[in-house]
């Protein structure tokens, strides 16, 4: 975008944002970074300007900072952490061998860094709105003890001038990852800590989720100019630069000497990523209002798979803005480099040497982050499966609709396979556990993926599908850029559907309780035939029982729960639904009798679409005798 345009872009963003949360505040802020890259030592300096605004009704006395890269060294909490869970057994893999809990990306790695290797973030100046600053450093995270408190509803401004080297490439950041790309640029700057309803969330970088306050960067990077740039925001001179930015027909004219400075915007966002690399390839593409860039390193693999990956996208924003909303940037960056997938705003740094299949599943991945993460802004940390479920979710079914292999089948099957395998282990743990504090990655992982997966899908079970997709939209709309809870989500769905959920949020999040229903007996009383179901395990759902007639008629017998106050609409008016009176949670059992003989009836099925999670499903079918 050219710099002419920005202004009037970030106004209207900043006017949709405000109009957007009338009634939740937000604090804000305003970085303005100059960056040195030196690439013979792998460090860099900076100088960092940081508006911040207090918008609480609260007075702070101190501020934090994150420090990320100081987490790559021996002994550190990540170091630590990682050694002790990969001590850990969890099963058998296929040869019968002991599992262990290893991230397999970070595994002991930290501790056998040499000092040219560790990464580390220094603050050598700290001022606030002219005065020195006094603070310390708790190995991740910066402490500010102020001078004088930010009274609510004023702003200050922080001058910071630090210094930081880049760690080899181990967790999601750093130089030289396993496919060649130089430098993955994440968690690089000192990053403010938001500060919420709920306080401060200084959290120390252990292993997984990130939060941060919304706000507006200008980033100024300098470095060798052999070296291509991906980032978040938009490129400020891209007829000085070159390298695929430059306008259609422009000549490219770059300054003298030996480096280039890349000047980005990035209009509110909570994070800024970049990477380099001398090698990468550029190439973009217009979809629907914005523009799509692709930076990845040519080899046999990718000279055919990343161009494909470029014509993929469209169909599938398609899909995505039509079942969960439009993309709210001008720009969006695939970036080959990182390890594995990681999103951040308006870019995301992928593995990209894979087959097609897997370059495009991490892309779409990593891309539907963009709306539960760096549009929606949940505190991941907190909850982790409202970003990695839901997205999870939305993937399955982006690319199960628009791969031709895999239409016609059910997306959620293989979360609700993975969710069954961590039910019948002993790392199951409720899913309102802190994302650091989970005691083994497998059970973090499964919890926060798949059963975050199953949440979502199995709430269409709950209030039918078209009020949870309507539910979607309603969600993305009213909750952007304003840090969404569990409970901000489940209002948005009772209020879509009518239906009160405020028990599924507690047995499915908060507890590790279980869904079991089975069809305990099948009898005839007085010429009609009577049937009891019973809830096996202690928690409780709205029941689905398909009864297939003799005669090859089917009906579908509605049994709400009473905590639900309201019944879903019927979902198939093909088969006929039958509504009964609620079944009270209290209760192990539920009797109910049809209008036709025992020997009228053919089968039962509790759920034929199998989306509640019931982990014993031989007892849910029977064929009448």
Not at 6 to 29: E, H, I, N
Not at 140 to 146: A, G, R
Request: glycine share 6%.
């Amino acid at each position: 975008m050219s710099k002419s345009l920005f202004p009037a872009f970030l106004c209207l963003l900043a006017t949709s944002t405000a109009w957007a949360q009338p009634d939740r505040w937000q604090q804000r802020v305003k970085y303005k970074m100059d960056v040195q890259m030196d690439v013979k030592t792998n460090r860099l300096t900076g100088k960092q300007r940081l508006e911040y605004t207090n918008n609480s009704p609260d007075t702070l006395f101190r501020v934090f900072y994150h420090l990320q890269w100081n987490a790559f060294q021996p002994n550190s909490m990540m170091d630590v952490r990682s050694r002790e869970l990969g001590k850990s057994p969890i099963g058998k893999d296929a040869k019968g061998n002991d599992k262990y809990d290893w991230d397999s990306r970070v595994t002991d790695r930290i501790s056998k860094l040499q000092p040219d290797e560790i990464g580390y973030q220094k603050v050598i100046s700290l001022k606030r709105d002219g005065r020195q600053q006094v603070y310390r450093t708790e190995e991740t995270v910066l402490v500010v003890d102020l001078d004088k408190p930010i009274l609510p509803k004023s702003s200050t401004v922080f001058d910071m001038e630090f210094e930081a080297q880049v760690p080899i490439q181990i967790r999601r950041s750093g130089r030289n990852n396993k496919e060649g790309i130089d430098y993955s640029m994440a968690q690089w700057y000192p990053k403010l800590c938001e500060y919420d309803a709920e306080g401060w969330h200084p959290t120390p970088y252990i292993a997984r989720e990130f939060y941060g306050v919304w706000g507006d960067f200008e980033v100024n990077i300098t470095m060798d100019k052999k070296y291509v740039i991906a980032a978040t925001g938009y490129l400020q001179n891209p007829n000085n630069i070159g390298y695929g930015y430059e306008a259609k027909g422009v000549k490219v004219t770059q300054p003298a000497g030996n480096t280039l400075t890349w000047k980005f915007l990035a209009p509110n966002v909570f994070d800024f990523v970049w990477a380099a690399d001398r090698d990468y390839k550029h190439i973009t593409k217009e979809i629907d209002g914005f523009t799509a860039h692709f930076f990845y390193q040519e080899n046999d693999t990718t000279r055919q798979t990343w161009p494909q990956l470029v014509e993929m996208i469209p169909a599938a924003y398609a899909y995505i803005k039509k079942h969960y909303g439009a993309y709210g940037y001008k720009q969006y960056s695939f970036i080959q480099g990182g390890d594995g997938g990681m999103e951040y705003p308006m870019a995301t740094l992928i593995m990209g040497n894979g087959k097609m299949r897997g370059l495009y599943g991490v892309a779409i991945h990593e891309w539907m982050h963009s709306w539960y993460q760096c549009m929606l802004g949940t505190n991941e940390s907190l909850y982790p499966w409202m970003d990695e479920g839901f997205t999870t979710f939305a993937e399955n079914n982006v690319i199960g609709n628009t791969l031709d292999s895999l239409k016609g089948r059910w997306h959620q099957s293989e979360s609700y396979r993975s969710y069954f395998n961590l039910v019948s282990s002993p790392f199951e743990e409720p899913m309102s556990t802190h994302s650091d504090h989970y005691n083994t990655n497998y059970g973090y992982s499964t919890s926060a993926y798949s059963k975050g997966a199953v949440f979502l899908e199995q709430l269409g079970y709950v209030i039918g599908a078209a009020n949870r997709d309507a539910g979607l939209l309603r969600y993305y709309k009213d909750w952007r850029f304003k840090h969404p809870n569990s409970r901000d989500f489940i209002r948005v769905m009772e209020k879509e559907s009518g239906i009160q959920l405020d028990w599924y949020l507690q047995y499915f999040v908060n507890s590790t309780k279980h869904i079991d229903y089975a069809l305990d007996s099948i009898y005839e009383v007085n010429g009609k035939a009577t049937i009891r179901l019973r809830r096996v395990e202690e928690f409780p759902m709205p029941i689905d029982l398909q009864v297939e007639y003799a005669d090859g008629r089917k009906e579908m017998h509605y049994i709400p729960l009473t905590l639900m106050f309201a019944n879903k609409p019927n979902e198939d008016p093909v088969i006929r639904q039958v509504v009964h009176d609620g079944w009270r949670w209290t209760h192990p059992t539920y009797t109910f009798t049809l209008d036709v003989p025992l020997g009228q009836l053919k089968s039962l099925e509790i759920d034929p679409s199998q989306r509640m999670a019931d982990i014993e499903r031989r007892n849910n079918k029977a064929v009448a005798r």
